[in-house]
T-cell receptor, first 109, second 113 residues
């Protein structure tokens, strides 16, 4: 048990639908990172929070993606108008090393 | 431009022998390096890390070596065990990029009985 929880573990959605994922980090960790991993590749950085402030966003994060971390606790990642290319494993990490969640595997059909 | 490269997509090693996984990087600003192990459909699990001020870090069966001049690091696993079969990722970070991790593409390690 890494202490970082992600929900749901799996999500299948139809193209064009909106989806939202949740990450609950380790409580005393103020940094939170979102990554995306596609098959055969290493994870790619999406965005980073220091407490409630979103300090950095990758250019991979198109305007269909939005992330929030209200009150500096849990974080949500929303994808609007999903496309098949959004199919990937979405990973949340608490601090910059060590503690990843189990990931949410998104399949857009 | 791949800043972190793992040039071997897969590696097969006999149980009990040493597994050596390699990683090269191009960004001289990287100052912290990590190795992760990943099983299918699970998140990465941290194995071991090394700061750029060191050239070796050891934790049980796992040792990471860093050669800054060559911009190369390696993970040694000895002795290799069947449970070590997984995909291994090398990742690097830098203080001036908020420590976001830049990852290699991974090496699939297969331990043969």
């Amino acid at each position: 048990d890494t202490g970082v929880s992600q929900d749901p573990r799996h999500k299948i959605t139809k193209r064009g639908q909106n989806v939202t994922f949740r990450c609950d980090p380790i409580s005393e960790h103020n940094r939170l990172y979102w990554y995306r991993q596609t098959l055969g590749q290493g994870p790619e950085f999406l965005t980073y929070f220091q407490n409630e402030a979103q300090l950095e966003k990758s250019r991979l994060l198109s305007d269909r993606f939005s992330a929030e971390r209200p009150k500096g606790s849990f974080s949500t990642l929303e994808i609007q108008r999903t496309e098949q290319g959004d199919s990937a494993m979405y990973l949340c990490a608490s601090t910059h090393d060590g503690f990843f969640g189990q990931g949410t595997r998104l399949t857009v059909v | 431009d791949q800043q972190v490269k793992q040039n071997s997509p897969s590696l097969s090693v006999q149980e009990g022998r040493i597994s050596i996984l390699n990683c090269d990087y191009t960004n001289s600003m990287f100052d912290y390096f990590l190795w992760y192990k990943k099983y299918p459909a699970e998140g990465p699990t941290f194995l071991i890390s090394i700061s750029s001020i060191k050239d070796k870090n050891e934790d049980g069966r796992f040792t990471v070596f860093l050669n800054k001049s060559a911009k190369h690091l390696s993970l040694h696993i000895v002795p290799s065990q069947p449970g070590d079969s997984a995909v291994y990722f090398c990742a690097a970070s830098a203080l001036n990029s908020n420590y976001q991790l830049i990852w290699g593409a991974g090496t699939k390690l297969i331990i043969k009985p």
